[in-house]
T-cell receptor, first 113, second 112 residues
Framework: KAGVTQTPRYLIKTRGQQVTLSCSPISGHRSVSWYQQTPGQGLQFLFEYFSETQRNKGNFPGRFSGRQFSNSRSEMNVSTLELGDSALYLC????????????FGSGTQLSVL | GESVGLHLPTLSVQEGDNSIINCAYSNSASDYFIWYKQESGKGPQFIIDIRSNMDKRQGQRVTVLLNKTVKHLSLQIAATQPGDSAVYFCAEKNQAGTALIFGKGTTLSVSS
């Protein structure tokens, strides 16, 4: 069974731009969660989607948004990028629900210059 | 606020030793805990999980212990190998039970 796939692997953007990251969950998993990982703050929950609906949201500004498609693939978007948005963005899927075992992808490393 | 912390940011052991990684959690109502391993350049990988109705759970070379009285979680790795070198995270459910809250991580270094 293929794991969680995230694209692209690396991204370099400049301040003020926007970016879209993509995530394909494990086949059959309907829940997709997004996390931001930085050396200072660690892993922080962004949001979770289930059956195309945002079910839970973390404490991030509205510049961070996402969506999920009917095939469970998910995208997250960050608008008006700031230097502090530089981070590893991790997507995780779950077949049991957001608070159970999550399977993570390798992440997208975003650098904002 | 909610937080899941680890007692030590780094741990260095010799190959073959047993490793113990500790974690203190704050949500006394959490009924689910989980450990992840993250190697450089990769996403977190599931190691083992435990529910609050258990005190101990064993996997292959790993054991998780849960002490609800003092809100403490530990991961024991038997016969540690160089391939175990990674960052280890514990996580628990947040207060609302809607997401996993991760600790800062402990970097395990295994020397041969």
């Amino acid at each position: 069974k293929a794991g969680v796939t995230q694209t692209p692997r690396y991204l370099i953007k400049t301040r003020g731009q926007q970016v879209t990251l993509s995530c394909s969950p494990i086949s059959g998993h309907r829940s997709v969660s997004w996390y931001q990982q930085t050396p200072g703050q660690g892993l922080q929950f962004l949001f979770e989607y289930f059956s195309e609906t945002q079910r839970n949201k973390g404490n991030f500004p509205g510049r961070f948004s996402g969506r999920q498609f009917s095939n469970s693939r998910s995208e997250m978007n960050v608008s008006t990028l700031e230097l502090g948005d530089s981070a590893l963005y991790l997507c995780a899927s779950s077949g049991q629900g957001v608070t159970e075992k999550l399977f993570f992808g390798s992440g997208t490393q975003l650098s904002v210059l | 606020g909610e937080s899941v912390g680890l007692h030590l940011p780094t741990l260095s052991v010799q190959e073959g030793d047993n490793s113990i990684i500790n974690c203190a959690y704050s949500n006394s109502a959490s009924d689910y805990f989980i450990w992840y391993k993250q190697e450089s350049g990769k996403g977190p990988q599931f190691i083992i999980d435990i529910r609050s109705n258990m005190d101990k759970r064993q996997g292959q070379r790993v054991t998780v212990l849960l002490n609800k009285t003092v809100k403490h979680l530990s991961l024991q790795i038997a016969a540690t190998q160089p391939g175990d070198s990674a960052v280890y995270f514990c996580a628990e459910k947040n207060q609302a039970g809607t997401a996993l809250i991760f600790g800062k991580g402990t970097t395990l270094s295994v020397s041969s």
